[in-house]
């Protein structure tokens, strides 16, 4: 089974900042990667599947990127909206099971 | 649009059982994979387990966690999926997430598109 770490836990920035968020596996897995974001009270929103694909209706400023253990999501420059906590998600192909990462909260200096 | 809307959840006393129901609409719910998360106070995000569609089989698959004791199954024919929980514990206390996702070759969904809003199991004495 793969482990998923986040760095930092947290990362306290201001708007019009950029944001780089990492998620470190914990070893080669064929599968697929997700990234969330989940604000206060309500469900995870998809903002990038397949490593560096933007779900639909996501801002071009959130981008991922990344191979083998190391993947990143960006964001280029901060919209007061977009602080929140953000969760990475790997899918391994087979056997079939979904980890997540422990979570970045991303708030406002 | 999608919607799922998750029902069922409350406050159960330990060891005794729950099923969960999440009802989709505004898509074809026979050919969409789903899936069950949870997320435990204060807490991140936990996958439960996910069901393939009837032409991949229908088979499911759960997290190590509630292996035996949860069961994930669907009705197509009124677009709901269930979560059965037996033998709940304390540490079973969180909002349950249904999801919907785009599948790969195996027929499970290698992401959450669109999740319902969720609903909160408490379990405690």
């Known amino acids: 089974e793969i482990d998923l770490t986040q760095s930092p836990a947290t990362l306290s920035l201001s708007p019009g900042d950029r944001a780089t968020l990492s998620c470190r596996a914990s070893?080669?897995?064929?599968?697929?990667l997700a990234w969330y974001q989940q604000k206060p009270s309500q469900a995870p929103r998809l903002l990038i599947f397949?490593?560096?694909n933007r779900a639909a209706g996501i801002p071009a400023r959130f981008s991922g990127s990344g191979s083998g253990t190391d993947f990143s999501l960006i964001i280029s420059s901060l919209e007061p909206e977009d602080f929140a906590v953000y969760y990475c998600?790997?899918?391994?192909?087979?056997?079939?099971?979904?980890?997540f990462g422990q979570g970045t909260r991303l708030d406002i200096k | 649009d999608v919607q799922l809307v998750e029902s069922g959840g409350g406050l159960v006393q330990p060891g005794r059982s729950l099923r969960l129901s999440c009802a989709g609409s505004?898509?074809?719910?026979?050919?969409?994979?789903m899936s069950w998360f949870r997320q435990a106070p204060g807490k991140g995000l936990e996958w439960v387990a996910f069901?393939?569609?009837?032409?991949?089989?229908?088979?499911?698959a759960y997290a190590a966690s509630v292996r035996g004791t949860f069961t994930i199954s669907r009705d197509d024919e009124n677009s709901v999926a269930y979560l059965q929980m037996n033998s709940l514990q304390p540490d079973d206390t969180a909002i349950y997430y249904c999801s919907t996702g785009q599948y790969d070759e195996t027929g499970y969904p290698t992401r959450g598109d669109h999740w319902g809003q969720g609903t909160l199991v408490t379990v405690s004495s």
């Open positions: 998600q790997f899918r391994s192909r087979w056997p079939p099971a979904i980890t």
């Open positions: 069901i393939r569609t009837r032409a991949y089989g229908g088979n499911a």
């Open positions: 070893h080669i897995v064929d599968g697929y």
């Open positions: 505004g898509f074809n719910f026979g050919t969409t994979s």
């Open positions: 397949e490593t560096s």
